[in-house]
């Protein structure tokens, strides 16, 4: 191991307690192995994730978060880069793992799997509200197995549509942001106060996710050509909404859940695709006892190797962080915040904590 000054065994964290609480308690110091590299936090984002792990999930003792930005203080003894003292960002998988959760004053992970934020770019706030929704646009949109489409620094040939349904989420944001850059033609659903976020991005056209005839506007503006989408909200009215949207000749569409059966019926020309980020951390793990991932190499490695990508699209001002609502009061504030969101109060921005 390699580290730049003696670390102390314990931390404090945000711990899944009984009766779906957290609360912020004394916890082991994460061991790593050869491999990974251990994170100093300076800044923690909020995903929907997050709460749905404390309430549906519920496994006691494990720490909760996902997104993280921090400096490296510790590196295994196959660990080349980032160097001692990087400023890094990352995910992890909150919720799931005891030695493992981004709510805490420290959080190890495989050193491949984190990013080195240019010098001069990010702030540590801005830079936590990154990882989780860019790699996952970046997995529905690139991997073989999701959309297969055109990735960076390539460009799609001819015009060729995109639908982001929730397009001012934070996988929406990031979604339109790729989709543009790799030349596909932009169309998302959002709130219209919104509007100008989402096209700001890069999408080209924006429709209300409230109008009753988005189907038709979508179905207008794209030429009824559609034949990729992304469903960022994935509940059982969006699928329905994504599938009617699609043209004559049917595609994919990628969910963040189950498809439902109503869905699939409506249009057995649409692939329904459901993806999960988590599974590029290459390690098993489960959502319940009849929800159970191997892990899956294919997955890490197709993220490492955008994660190398990322640092010059930031540099080049090319992906634009989410908007930070920077929320006070650290650690101790964090089952505020998620309640926040469980009443569904976030929206175009991101809930981000100083730790």
């Known amino acids: 191991m390699v580290a730049d000054n003696v670390l102390p065994t314990t931390m404090k964290a945000v711990v899944v307690q009984e009766g779906k609480?957290?609360?912020?308690?004394?916890?082991?110091?994460?061991?790593?192995?050869?491999?990974?590299?251990?994170?100093?936090?300076?800044?923690?984002?909020?995903?929907?994730?997050?709460?749905?792990?404390?309430?549906?999930?519920?496994?006691?003792?494990?720490?909760?978060?996902?997104?993280?930005?921090?400096?490296?203080?510790?590196?295994?003894?196959?660990?080349?880069?980032?160097?001692?003292?990087?400023?890094v960002s990352g995910f992890v998988m909150g919720g799931t793992f005891v030695d493992s959760g981004a709510y805490a004053e420290y959080v190890k992970t495989p050193a491949e799997l984190a990013w080195t934020v240019p010098e001069g770019t990010l702030s540590h706030e801005q830079a936590a509200t990154v990882s989780a929704g860019l790699f996952t646009a970046a997995q529905c949109l690139y991997h073989p197995q999701r959309l297969a489409l055109v990735e960076p620094p390539e460009k799609v040939e001819g015009v060729d549509w995109i639908l982001i349904y929730g397009g001012s989420s934070s996988v929406g944001q990031y979604a339109i942001q790729l989709a543009h850059l790799s030349g596909y033609k932009v169309i998302t659903t959002a709130s219209p106060r919104n509007f100008d976020l989402v096209k700001s991005l890069g999408a080209d056209t924006a429709f209300d996710y409230k109008d009753p005839g988005v189907v038709e506007a979508i179905k207008s503006a794209t030429g009824d050509s559609l034949r990729h989408a992304i469903d960022t909200q994935s509940i059982k009215?969006?699928?329905?909404?994504?599938?009617?949207?699609?043209?004559?000749?049917?595609?994919?569409?990628?969910?963040?859940?189950?498809?439902?059966?109503?869905?699939?019926?409506?249009?057995?020309?649409?692939?329904?695709?459901?993806?999960?980020?988590?599974?590029?951390?290459?390690?098993?793990?489960?959502?319940?006892?009849?929800?159970?991932?191997?892990?899956?190499?294919?997955?890490?490695?197709?993220?490492?190797?955008?994660?190398?990508?990322?640092?010059?699209?930031?540099?080049?001002?090319?992906?634009?962080?989410?908007?930070v609502k920077l929320w006070e009061g650290g650690l101790q504030a964090i089952p505020e915040g998620l309640q926040y969101m469980r009443e569904g109060k976030v929206s175009g921005e991101k809930v981000v904590y100083r730790v």
């Open 237 to 323: 009215e969006t699928q329905e909404i994504c599938a009617r949207a699609m043209g004559p000749q049917g595609g994919k569409l990628v969910l963040m859940f189950p498809p439902t059966f109503k869905a699939k019926k409506l249009r057995k020309d649409v692939e329904f695709i459901s993806t999960m980020i988590y599974t590029a951390l290459g390690r098993p793990f489960s959502l319940g006892p009849q929800a159970k991932f191997a892990a899956q190499p294919k997955d890490r490695a197709q993220i490492a190797n955008f994660m190398l990508k990322t640092p010059q699209l930031v540099r080049d001002g090319l992906i634009v962080p989410n908007r």
């Open 21 to 87: 609480k957290v609360a912020v308690k004394d916890h082991p110091v994460p061991s790593i192995g050869d491999d990974d590299i251990l994170v100093k936090v300076v800044a923690v984002a909020q995903n929907p994730a997050d709460w749905r792990f404390v309430d549906a999930v519920q496994n006691v003792g494990t720490v909760i978060g996902c997104d993280w930005s921090g400096h490296v203080v510790q590196r295994g003894k196959n660990v080349t880069t980032p160097d001692l003292g990087a400023h």
